[in-house]
């Protein structure tokens, strides 16, 4: 018996569809939701033989009553949510130096590249990630350690997140801006319960003054395939 193929882009296409109906059928009733219970108000005040003042008085406050409680729904359900709140902030760099006999810095020893994470949430969601690799003037680390993927972050904090260190002994300081990259793939939200993720592949510039041997970032760009 033939079975089909699964296509992973038709799979994905029909979870984003899905989800957009049921998200255009949630939002629908509750945009309408004020203005019909409007409407059953006036129904039932025109069958109770009300006056008209009283029902307009009555059609006002339930409208009222129900857009502010919708709308306090919808801020609560915003601030309890954990979708897209935690983000990239940013690159990380770190350094350390060869040093000559008079102590000046004459190559690198070793560079460690990361990135900043920023939770916005007003409670602690925990990160894992999935997948990293990073590279420094196009050396990389070719047995990196990475036991430590990833920790719980307080509410409305940020964190480092770093790579393995990538050994530059042969890399000298012979200019002052130097190429990076670093490609990672972070799953985050309720600790225990993580099933967003975010992604960042970005080129890195790195600026460094030769007198200090201070090594920084002096730019980035997301990375083109």
Known sequence: MATAEYDPV????KSVGINLVVRAITWGIITTLPFLLVLLTAVIGYLQTMPLVYIIVAATFVFASASTGLLRIAELRARISTVNKLSFQGPFVAASFIKDKKGNSKSFDQVQIGVFLHNSADFPMSYYVETIESSFESTVNSKPNR???GTVISARTSTIFKDASIDCKKILLDKTIYD?????KVKYG????ERHFIEQDININFGIDPKSGFLAIAGSSDRVQ
Do not use: D, E, M, N
Not at 180 to 184: V, Y
Not at 190 to 193: A, D, Q, R, S
């Open 10 to 13: 038709k799979s994905v296409a």
């Open 147 to 149: 036991k430590f993927r």
């Open 180 to 184: 990076g990259h670093i490609k990672i």
């Open 190 to 193: 309720l600790p225990g319960w």
